[in-house]
């Protein structure tokens, strides 16, 4: 089946800081959203994302479906940022069947 | 839209109890899946509904585990005997799928806890 990676797997950054989340994906897919997991356990949706590039305020997503992979990019990080932050993929043979990443765990210290 | 509900929250049980969960998704969403998520890890898919037909199950769906969704609106999956192993968040997410277009949104999910 499709392998998800996600790297890196832990990541500490000071407030104000930026970063990069990566996600590679062994397989064609027909989508893939980018989510975040507060600490108690809700999955935000951050971003609907098969291909090209979206912003929402301090975030920005990029797929490049070819190359097989996708990047979070967060910016001026805040403390409200931590947590963990999944990428989740649909594959082309499965319009229903969602394969999550192990996700990366993001510490935001002020 | 009030997005997707789940209940109960928590769960405690103990070994050999069975135990239900119910899932209500976005009310115009037409999909219905269920994923198990334990420490440390991201969900696992479990099975998928579309309206009131269950559609794919998991490996991971042992026999001790059904679901349903009566009339393709609200969502039951019940855990008969229950296992340490089982103890896990249970995670409902509905879509409203156009075309290839699936984008999934969560509930807050069912901590189980099994003694």
């Known amino acids: 089946g499709i392998q998800v990676e996600q790297s890196p797997p832990d990541l500490i950054l000071q407030e104000g800081a930026n970063s990069t989340l990566r996600c590679n994906f062994s397989d064609s897919v027909n989508n893939l959203q980018w989510f975040h997991q507060n600490p108690w356990g809700q999955l935000i949706n951050l971003f609907y994302?098969?291909?090209g590039t979206k912003q929402n305020g301090r975030l920005s997503a990029t797929t490049v479906a070819t190359d097989r992979y996708s990047l979070l990019y967060i910016s001026s990080s805040q403390t409200t940022d931590s947590g963990v932050y999944f990428c989740?993929?649909?594959?082309?043979?499965?319009?229903?069947?969602?394969?999550f990443g192990p996700g990366t765990s993001l510490s935001v210290i002020p | 839209d009030t997005g997707v509900s789940q209940d109960p929250r928590h769960k405690i049980t103990k070994r050999g109890q069975n135990v239900t969960f119910r899932c209500d998704p976005i009310?115009?969403?037409?999909?219905l899946y269920w994923y198990r998520q334990t420490l440390g890890q991201g969900p696992e898919f479990l099975t998928y509904f579309q309206n009131e037909a269950q559609l794919e199950k998991s490996r991971l769906l042992s026999d001790r585990f059904s679901a349903e969704r009566p009339k393709g609106s609200f969502s039951t999956l019940e855990i008969q005997r229950t296992e340490q192993g089982d103890s896990a968040m249970y995670l409902c997410?509905?879509?409203?799928?156009?075309?290839?277009?699936?984008?999934?949104?969560f509930g807050p999910g069912t901590r189980l806890t099994v003694l």
């Open positions: 994302i098969p291909s």
């Open positions: 009310s115009e969403h037409n999909r």
């Open positions: 997410a509905s879509s409203l799928a156009s075309g290839s277009v699936v984008r999934q949104f």
């Open positions: 989740a993929v649909v594959m082309k043979t499965s319009y229903d069947k969602v394969i």
